[in-house]
């Protein structure tokens, strides 16, 4: 038989059809046949030795060298190659992915968070005096003054050099009860600090007793189209100015939302505490 990579004569029966000087696998007739057919069509410089479209031909260095696996290896070589690929390309992908939902991710988050400015960067805080309505959120409210209530002569159980004080708010609203219509609680600023506001539970049987009644909470005007009544702080014996804060909020949500803006009034408090069982102003 002639090889038709090397065109050399061989026993195809001894050497079971592989080439003793090129290592090329022959088949008798149809695959000769077939490989003629390729020279006259792309010329005897074509290498096709390994794949050349006449069916599955392996070159080997050899006759020797032959082994019954090596066609089937090689036939999984361009399978495992796309799989190579295909394992880049999912990693890529991956990690792609992995970027687009970080981003999506911390937009969310930045989109969450709750902010104490104005678009413009920078928190309104206006000023109000002592009797001047003003608006917040969706009603209107009006510091009316503020009282020294008592001290540990009067309240055997308060902290020396500390006093009990109240300040009268009146409020007007639109009697809805909307999270909008929520006063979040006032803190009092002196020399020496904040303090936020006594809980209504707590300072409410001593202001009967005392004479600063009714307490007011955060629900004073939710549902109800006016409130008039006083918030309690624990303040400094000697501290005689002080500025009520009130955070207004736009009621985006339960605890409030987003902070818009902080209302402040300047006090100045009475040098006496109202008489034992006296009534308050605006009662």
């Not at 990579?5 to 007739?29: H, L, S, T, V």
């Not at 909470?217 to 303040?235: I, K, P, Q, R």
């Not at 736009?250 to 902080?262: P, Y």
Request: aromatic share 12%; glycine share 10%; proline share 4%.
């Amino acid at each position: 038989m002639r090889c038709f990579n090397c065109r050399k004569e061989f026993d195809y029966e001894k050497y079971y059809g592989i080439c003793p000087k090129c290592g090329c696998f022959n088949q008798k007739e149809s695959r000769e046949e077939r490989h003629e057919d390729l020279h006259d069509r792309f010329g005897d410089d074509s290498d096709h030795r390994e794949d050349s479209g006449c069916g599955q031909t392996y070159a080997y260095s050899s006759a020797e060298e032959f082994q019954p696996g090596a066609a089937d290896s090689r036939s999984w070589e361009k399978p495992r190659r796309r799989g190579a690929g295909f394992l880049v390309f999912s990693l890529l992908f991956l990690v792609l992915s992995l970027v687009v939902l970080a981003s999506g991710v911390l937009a969310y988050i930045g989109s969450r968070v709750e902010t104490a400015e104005e678009p413009d960067g920078s928190l309104r805080l206006v000023s109000h005096e002592v009797g001047e309505s003003f608006a917040f959120q969706k009603a209107e409210l009006q510091v009316d003054e503020i009282r020294k209530l008592a001290d540990q002569s009067v309240l055997p159980g308060l902290a020396e050099g500390m006093e009990l004080t109240a300040v009268h708010v009146t409020g007007q609203g639109d009697g809805e009860y909307e999270d909008y219509n929520r006063i979040q609680m006032p803190y009092i600023e002196t020399e020496a600090g904040y303090r936020y506001a006594l809980s209504p539970y707590d300072f409410e049987p001593y202001g009967q007793m005392l004479g600063a009644y009714p307490v007011l909470d955060e629900y004073a005007l939710m549902g109800e189209s006016s409130c008039s009544g006083w918030y309690a702080f624990l303040t400094e014996a000697d501290a005689e100015e002080f500025r009520i804060w009130f955070d207004e909020y736009d009621g985006s949500g339960w605890d409030g939302g987003n902070l818009l803006a902080g209302h402040y009034v300047e006090l100045k408090a009475e040098d006496a505490a109202p008489e034992e069982g006296g009534g308050t102003d605006g009662q």
